[in-house]
């Protein structure tokens, strides 16, 4: 008797195909593509659509607008308060970057030591983190106060205008931003200490390494994902920065505080030019977007060699 091949086999095949093809859907996708779609909603296509009215001459007022090319990226060329801002964004950047994560730092090895009160003084130094930054602005500015039997000249006897005097209010502003973000950095810095094994230094002590050449030559090489995050996080902050500056001095005296932020929030919603706003917020975010991926490629490159 001869046998042949039954529909069942075949059918067996043929269903398996759709399985297949969903199995390609797997459930992590499943469950992410809600938070997808609302990200693409909320996020990407207002901030696409957004980028075309860098093209146009757009009021913010109405449907009224033509497209003008590159007219407005030629006006910020030409705008010295945008010229004075992105010099004041990037001292800001290098001052915030440098003297934040270097007093982050320095927190972290404090409190990572066996102290009694290392629990209290952590809460203590990451507290201003949670407290909103124009909140910050306003108790800075008190403590800025010109007046000099107040605040910080009542302090120190003295008599400054620090948020008054055009060379001084920029490094005012940092170091206000320095004081809310620096225990922030701390605990990313203390996550990395934790992470070093204990035996490390204990073989560095036997071999007869002094406390800095432990640091040196153990943990400052362990701490390299941490230095990463720091200074990614406080690179785009210090460059996208706005709350603080707005509240204090909002960009005053003359633009000797202006920053890109308070420049394109100035052009759009002061003087109604929306087009040119969004052209100054498109170089921003390509200007930040280069700057990260530089200090990635270079800093997961400094992980790897060490």
């Not at 406390?211 to 995050?229: E, G, H, M, N, S």
């Amino acid at each position: 008797m001869t046998m042949t091949a039954t529909p069942v086999g075949r059918s067996t095949a043929a269903a398996g195909k759709p399985r297949r093809r969903f199995a390609a859907l797997s459930p992590s996708w499943l469950f992410a593509a809600p938070a997808l779609v609302v990200y693409a909603v909320v996020v990407l296509y207002p901030s696409l659509a957004g980028m075309l009215y860098a093209f146009t001459d757009w009021s913010g007022i109405g449907a009224d607008k033509s497209f003008v090319g590159l007219a407005n990226f030629q006006t910020l060329l030409h705008d010295e308060q945008a010229m004075d801002s992105i010099g004041n964004t990037l001292l800001l950047t290098v001052a915030i970057v440098v003297v934040q994560n270097a007093v982050g730092l320095l927190l972290a090895l404090g409190v990572h030591a066996k102290l009694k009160s290392r629990a209290l003084l952590r809460v203590i130094f990451f507290a201003p983190v949670v407290v909103s930054p124009v909140m910050v602005a306003f108790l800075w500015k008190y403590i800025y106060n010109p007046d000099p039997s107040a605040g910080l000249n009542g302090l120190l006897g003295v008599q400054i205008d620090w948020l008054g005097d055009p060379s001084l209010a920029l490094w005012s502003i940092a170091a206000t931003v320095v004081w809310q973000y620096a225990g922030y950095s701390m605990v990313i810095f203390l996550a990395g200490l934790e992470g070093v094994p204990k035996e490390l230094h204990e073989a560095a002590m036997i071999d007869g390494a002094s406390t800095l050449q432990r640091f040196r030559y153990v943990t400052w090489p362990l701490l390299a994902p941490a230095l990463t995050i720091n200074l990614m996080l406080s690179t785009i902050g210090g460059l996208k920065l706005f709350d603080q500056v707005f509240a204090a001095t909002n960009g005053g005296p003359g633009y000797a505080t202006e920053t890109l932020s308070t420049v394109l929030y100035k052009q759009a919603f002061v003087f109604g030019k929306f087009g040119y706003s969004t052209a100054i917020a498109l170089v921003l975010a390509l200007f930040v977007a280069a700057v990260s991926l530089v200090q990635v490629y270079y800093l997961r490159g400094r992980e790897v060699a060490q």
